[in-house]
T-cell receptor, first 118, second 110 residues
Framework: GAVVSQHPSRVICKSGTSVKIECRSLDFQATTMFWYRQFPKKSLMLMATSNEGSKATYEQGVEKDKFLINHASLTLSTLTVTSAHPEDSSFYIC??????????????FGPGTRLLVL | KQEVTQIPAALSVPEGENLVLNCSFTDSAIYNLQWFRQDPGKGLTSLLLIQSSQREQTSGRLNASLDKSSGRSTLYIAASQPGDSATYLCAEGGSYIPTFGRGTSLIVHP
């Protein structure tokens, strides 16, 4: 079945540095990918929708200059947390839509990336 | 805007019990409904996906049902085991953007 991978799975960085997280669809093309953030004991909150070849659409309250999203190809989207601070520590999960069958789009989720900013 | 609610938020049962997790959604015009499992500090593992045209899906001891008219989905776990302990999330696929519930934290004790 379709698989979505994320890299890295876990990252620890110093405050002020930037961190890039990759999301790849391994055996299907994804024109749209989604980035989520999960706070402890909370549900997944949609951060932004990443569209291949165009600018990402950010949800209200998400700083686009803080969380840079690039969807350069049909199989890769990246999320860069710029000038990370401890409050950015969280679990980030991406998902990708498989458009193989029109009207039967399926979401596949990556395994997540645990970010800890010291 | 679609809202997804999961009840109960937490559940603790003895091993061997059959249990039901509930998921409700406010907009019945859903695309699909998906159940996930999340272990502590881990990503999501897809358990079952029900398309809007389907009423249920089964995988091993798991059975998920979908009733669009009432805005509900249930995940039935038969003969629960300690290894089933995890957080279970449901997500409504939506026409474009999936919406997640907050999850049900399940503990199955020996």
């Amino acid at each position: 079945g379709a698989v979505v991978s994320q890299h890295p799975s876990r990252v620890i960085c110093k405050s002020g540095t930037s961190v890039k997280i990759e999301c790849r669809s391994l055996d299907f093309q994804a024109t749209t990918m989604f980035w989520y953030r999960q706070f402890p004991k909370k549900s997944l909150m949609l951060m932004a929708t990443s569209n291949e070849g165009s600018k990402a659409t950010y949800e209200q309250g998400v700083e686009k200059d803080k969380f840079l999203i690039n969807h350069a190809s049909l199989t890769l989207s990246t999320l860069t947390v710029t000038s990370a601070h401890p409050e950015d520590s969280s679990f980030y999960i991406c998902s990708a839509r498989d458009l193989m069958v029109r009207g039967q789009e399926t979401q596949y989720f990556g395994p997540g990336t645990r970010l800890l900013v010291l | 805007k679609q809202e997804v609610t999961q009840i109960p938020a937490a559940l603790s049962v003895p091993e061997g019990e059959n249990l039901v997790l509930n998921c409700s959604f406010t907009d019945s015009a859903i695309y699909n409904l998906q159940w996930f499992r999340q272990d502590p500090g881990k990503g999501l593992t897809s358990l079952l996906l029900i398309q809007s045209s389907q009423r249920e899906q089964t995988s091993g001891r798991l059975n998920a049902s979908l009733d669009k008219s009432s805005g509900r989905s249930t995940l039935y776990i038969a003969a629960s085991q300690p290894g089933d302990s995890a957080t279970y999330l449901c997500a409504e696929g939506g026409s474009y953007i999936p919406t997640f519930g907050r999850g049900t934290s399940l503990i199955v004790h020996p």
